[in-house]
């Protein structure tokens, strides 16, 4: 193994290091039984971190709202991503640049503009039409989210439309189909994919969505917003619990989309016939996508059903009594350690003959200086017999 082997490997196992190491120490941190999200030291393997995020009230009204904006985007931004990259490849070139750069504008203003300036807007309809309905925070949310994230869909219009080609609509029409048979028979099931793809980038778009939604939102909360204000309150291991989640919905969408595109790929290549996976009636089976998405979904659901059944109480009862006992002893330590000083200061002090005790020091708690023999004493003018040093009290006035 040479220097330039050892130098690749070191590099990769640092870059997943990197990128993957994060979400596997927040993916167990959601197994542990401490209050606080953390790997070391364990206590308890518990999943009821899992409870609580569902137990959470506030995270799933959030959540049901953002499934609500979401659709409300895919539902209008599409369709107008759609639009936009036609009107574009209809354009001339210098007309086309122009409209693009517009388009494409929004995304390049912060979302905190966006959100401000939808609310300023819309107050101002709401208030100049006397259509109340409209200030809320659903509608505001949806045409908020709608002036940037149309835009991510056109570029994916864009990049598909760049594949197509045009005479096939032209022949259409040629042969006597109408524009709109042409679109829906020809353009449409050419863009199918893009439009599959595209809408799933719009509603992840709109559900992670923060910046503009935290203004026009008002009153109302989407599980973002509900899930930053939580983090603000203190960060506990059900939010690791939730990234457990997205995890492995994550990874269940990829396993599945992975297995369709490579049965894609083998039939469409004609390599199904010759390939031992697609050839065998039963492992060609097990490779279908569906079934791929059936086995996954059943193992991630008897692991779920068995980690339901399973009670840390015992443990976790068995951690607080240790938890407990430490304290204590702490407490016994450090009663032993002021008694110690205590002592050990009583020790050191000398003995006072003071009504207090020598509670102030040399302030008249050390032992009284011996007294001169016959030495007269000196009257004091005070009328209080000098027990307040040389302060006098005024002579009478004659």
Request: aromatic share 10%.
């Amino acid at each position: 193994m040479n220097r330039h082997t050892l130098f690749g490997g070191a590099y990769a196992l640092a870059f997943f290091s990197f990128l993957f190491g994060p979400l596997v120490i927040m993916a167990t941190t959601a197994f542990n039984s401490s209050r606080f999200p953390r790997v070391a030291p364990w206590e308890c393997f518990t999943t009821g971190w899992f409870g609580e995020l569902f137990g959470n009230a506030r995270l799933m009204e959030g959540l049901l709202n953002s499934v609500i904006i979401g659709v409300g985007v895919v539902a209008l931004a599409v369709p107008i991503g759609l639009a936009g990259a036609l009107a574009l490849s209809e354009l001339p070139p210098k007309l086309r640049s122009m409209l693009y750069t517009v388009l494409i504008l929004p995304i390049l203003i912060p979302g905190v503009v966006l959100g401000i300036s939808t609310i300023v807007l819309w107050g101002q309809i709401t208030r100049g039409t006397g259509a109340g309905f409209l200030y809320n925070g659903y509608f505001l949310t949806i045409v908020g989210q709608i002036t940037f994230v149309s835009a991510y869909a056109m570029l994916v219009f864009i990049a598909r439309l760049q594949r197509f080609d045009a005479t096939q609509t032209e022949a259409a029409l040629d042969l006597g189909a109408t524009p709109g048979q042409a679109f829906r028979k020809i353009l449409l099931p050419f863009m199918a994919p893009a439009i599959g793809s595209a809408a799933f980038i719009t509603l992840l778009a709109s559900f992670e969505n923060y910046n503009t939604t935290v203004f026009t939102v008002l009153s109302e909360s989407t599980f973002t917003t509900a899930l930053a204000s939580k983090v603000r309150h203190g960060t506990d291991p059900s939010l690791s619990a939730l990234a457990v989640i997205i995890i492995t919905l994550t990874l269940v969408g990829a396993l599945t989309n992975e297995a369709y595109q490579r049965r894609k790929e083998a039939e469409s290549g004609g390599r199904a016939s010759r390939s031992p996976l697609y050839a065998n009636p039963v492992t060609r089976t097990l490779t279908h996508p569906g079934i791929v998405f059936a086995i996954l979904v059943t193992v991630i659901g008897g692991i779920t059903y068995a980690g339901s059944q399973y009670d840390s109480s015992v443990c976790e009862a068995a951690v607080l009594q240790e938890k407990l006992d430490r304290q204590e002893e702490l407490r016994a330590e450090q009663r032993a350690r002021i008694e110690a000083q205590e002592a050990e200061q009583q020790s050191t002090l000398p003995k006072s003959n003071s009504a207090f005790g020598g509670a102030f020091g040399g302030l008249g708690g050390g032992t009284p200086a011996p007294e001169t023999p016959n030495a007269p004493k000196p009257e004091s003018p005070s009328a209080f017999g000098g027990a307040f040093g040389g302060i006098t009290a005024p002579k009478p006035e004659e």
